[in-house]
């Protein structure tokens, strides 16, 4: 092992500066508690961990509990204090459990409108949304945090096309499943009864060119048929009245006995 000499402290008044026997080579050391616990003699302290010595007296459980409950996450709270991640997630996980129930349960909530609660709820009228624009109401993300007046902000986020997007909701827990209020024009626009309002600006498409009409076709009529001509009616003879006397005298009338 090499011997370090200690030289004095840092411009921050934070680390120990030592050298070794070579007069170029610098070494700092951060004056944490398990420096101090080996300057004091204390065997327990200095054999503290890393975590164990920085993260109940920096940042206590608690305290990450309460950030992780406000909406941070695992890793934003680990990088904050300096501590690997499996620190933090030992005490973030029922906050997290928390998290998850409560954007359940906003999804069975009732979305406010301009005349009151809806009847759907909040994941029917979602869904009902995304497909009428398109869209697939399996692939959005359902989270929700803890505001400081109490209440739960929850987010709904998904993908379309190459850009993310995000639609922000208030819950308030109550009787047949609680209410939620749109907190951005996301959320305004998919709980729009008349989905009169689309999630994204498009540019108006141009008006197609109008067709001239076709000149109508004129159809000539086909002549009809000529009617064929009846036959005139031959009219026929009556035959002739023999006259009297010739009836008497048995003479025919034409003149034959």
Avoid at 63 to 89: F, L, N
């Amino acid at each position: 092992m090499r011997e370090l000499t200690v030289v004095g402290l840092d411009v921050d008044g934070k680390r120990i500066i030592c050298e070794s026997d070579d007069p170029n080579e610098k070494f700092i050391l951060r004056a944490d508690d398990r420096l101090r616990a080996a300057v004091r003699g204390d065997k327990s302290g200095a054999s503290q961990t890393r975590s164990d010595a920085e993260v109940p007296n920096v940042l206590p459980p608690k305290e990450i509990q309460a950030r992780i409950r406000a909406g941070a996450s695992v890793e934003q709270v680990a990088e904050s204090a300096g501590v690997d991640i499996s620190r933090v997630e030992r005490f973030a996980h029922p906050v997290l459990l928390e998290r998850s129930r409560a954007a359940e349960l906003a999804t069975a909530a009732h979305p406010v409108l301009a005349d009151g609660p809806a009847v759907l709820t909040l994941l029917e009228t979602i869904t009902s949304a995304l497909i009428a624009r398109g869209l697939d109401p399996d692939s959005v993300n359902w989270d929700a945090w803890r505001n400081e007046d109490g209440r739960w902000t929850v987010q709904l986020s998904w993908r379309a096309g190459h850009s993310d997007n995000a639609a922000h909701f208030r819950f308030t827990p109550g009787a047949h499943g609680g209410t939620v209020t749109a907190f951005d024009d996301a959320a305004c626009a998919l709980i729009d009864p008349d989905f009169a309002t689309p999630l994204r600006p498009v540019a108006a498409l141009a008006p197609p060119a109008k067709e001239e009409p076709a000149p109508p076709v004129q159809v000539e009529e086909a002549p009809e048929p000529p009617k064929p001509a009846r036959a005139p009616r031959t009219r026929k003879g009556k035959p002739p009245v023999p006259a009297w006397e010739d009836v008497l005298l048995g003479v025919r009338s034409s003149g034959q006995r």
